[in-house]
T-cell receptor, first 115, second 114 residues
């Protein structure tokens, strides 16, 4: 089964610092997503990315967040000035392509801890 | 808009007993429905999915789910629980609107007692 790779698996940062979470999605997929899961809570949609632009974003995805896929391979989520409440597991996902069009493939996540 | 409701944040069963995790959805168009499993400190793994066709779908590890349109339900079952089934289970819904943004339920943690 194809994989979505996320790095790092754990990231610790100080409040106010910028962080970049990285994902290498499946190359022949068309849509890319970021989700987050605060400890003990549900998995929440952040943003979807298609054709090199944001196709949809949630209310969580404010001006502190940005995404890009600069080289057609890596898909990154940047948080400009982290807050304590940004501490969560962040999942990258890819979908919309190949023979499993409706299925999302999730990475194993990056645990972000903001101190 | 789509939404998913999972009844019961925690379910506890004995090993060998029936597992039933409940999920109801809301969707304005024919939905795609999924169950994902999350083991401790791991990512999300797809258990099974319903898109079209047969309403009873079988997944990995002996799980199955039945899509009931009249009840807007997609409950997950397994005839006999195993200790290794202990995990968090998420029901999810998406639709083909040019992408497959997936909306997750709040999750149900399954405990399996020896």
């Amino acid at each position: 089964e194809p994989e979505v790779t996320q790095t790092p698996s754990h990231q610790v940062t100080q409040m106010g610092q910028e962080v970049i979470l990285r994902c290498v999605p499946i190359s022949n997929h068309l849509y890319f997503y970021w989700y987050r899961q605060i400890l003990g809570q549900k998995v929440e949609f952040l943003v979807s990315f298609y054709n090199n632009e944001i196709s949809e974003k949630s209310e969580i995805f404010d001006d502190q967040f940005s995404v890009e896929r600069p080289d057609g391979s890596n898909f990154t989520l940047k948080i400009r000035s982290t807050k304590l409440e940004d501490s969560a597991m962040y999942f990258c996902a890819a979908g919309g392509g190949g023979s499993t069009n409706e299925k999302l493939f999730f990475g194993s996540g990056t645990q972000l801890s903001v101190l | 808009a789509q939404s998913v409701t999972q009844l019961g944040s925690h379910v506890s069963v004995s090993e060998g007993a029936l597992v039933l995790l409940r999920c109801n959805y809301s969707s304005s168009v024919p939905p795609y429905l999924f169950w994902y499993v999350q083991y401790p400190n791991q990512g999300l793994q797809l258990l099974l999915k319903y898109t079209t066709g047969a309403t009873l779908v079988k997944g990995i590890n002996g799980f199955e789910a039945e899509f009931k349109k009249s009840e807007t339900s997609f409950h997950l079952t397994k005839p006999s629980a195993h200790m290794s089934d202990a995990a968090e289970y998420f029901c999810a819904v998406s639709q083909n609107t040019g992408g497959f943004k997936t909306i997750f339920g709040a999750g149900t943690r399954l405990f399996v007692k020896a």
